[in-house]
Structures are given as structure tokens and as C-alpha cells.
């Protein structure tokens, strides 16, 4: 049974860090694209960062381009589906990022890893919060 847990919201300050964890379990591929995407009532879901495990390719939302950094902490293949733990480190937080944080996976094989594209993600976590105060 596929699953994706999240762990590591909490609430910082202005130019603080935190970091977002999310451990996915039996995906049904081998290659895939993971990403973080983010959700807020102003702007609802957006999407943050996505990296493709097979290259360890990464694209970012300009808006977080320079302060976050996405990345598979462990990957282990069982026959024709993976495992994957997977990181976003945020510095340098501002208030705008607060929300909503959501890792999510889908395949890679025939398609680029398009965080903007959130139908090409099938399966995702219940979500995390992050707070951010001026």
C-alpha cells in the first residue's frame, strides 16, 4: 500500500530554517518524480520543488529558488516499486511561505518533473504546517 507521511512542519521566525521530511513508501515505480508543493487559502496548492530520483535533476519555483533545497535522504528498490525518503530545507523563511506543506510522487517515465503540473503527481501526504512570524 502506497504511503506518504510528512514530519518537520512547526512554527519559526523570519529568517529562520526548518526542515520538511516525508518518508513514501511502496511507490509504484522505479523511476519517479517526487516534490513539495505548498497550499495556502490566498493562493491555493503551489508547487514548491520537484526532483527526479533516477538523475537527482531538482527545479524550483522561483519564489524559493536560493533558500530551499530538495533532497532524496535514501532510496531503496524492491522489484518494481521504491522507497524514498525525501527533504526540504528551508532558510531563510519569510512570511509568504507559511502554509501547508504536501510531498507528492509520480511517475518519470515518459514525462518531464513538473512542479507546476500537479496532475502528474499521483499519490500524496496528509500535509504539514509551517508558520512563519514577523
Known amino acids: 500500500q502506497v504511503r506518504l507521511v510528512e514530519s518537520g512542519g512547526g512554527s519559526v521566525q523570519t529568517g529562520g530554517s526548518l526542515r520538511l521530511s516525508c518518508a513514501a513508501s511502496?511507490?509504484?515505480?522505479?523511476?519517479?518524480?517526487v516534490a513539495w508543493f505548498r497550499q495556502t487559502p490566498e493562493k491555493g496548492r503551489e508547487g514548491v520543488a520537484t526532483l527526479r530520483t533516477n538523475t537527482k535533476w531538482t527545479d524550483y519555483a522561483d519564489s524559493v529558488k536560493g533558500r530551499f533545497t530538495i533532497s532524496v535522504d535514501a532510496l531503496a528498490i524492491y522489484g518494481d516499486a521504491i522507497d524514498v525518503i525525501l527533504s526540504l530545507q528551508m532558510n531563510n523563511l519569510q512570511p509568504e511561505d507559511t502554509g501547508t506543506y504536501y510531498c507528492?510522487?509520480?511517475?518519470?517515465?515518459?514525462?518531464?518533473?513538473?512542479?507546476?503540473?500537479?496532475?502528474?503527481?499521483?499519490?500524496w501526504g496528509q500535509g504539514a504546517q509551517v508558520t512563519v512570524s514577523s
Open positions: 507528492a510522487a509520480g511517475s518519470s517515465v515518459g514525462r518531464a518533473c513538473d512542479y507546476r503540473q500537479t496532475n502528474n503527481y499521483n499519490y
Open positions: 511502496a511507490l509504484p515505480y522505479t523511476r519517479a518524480c
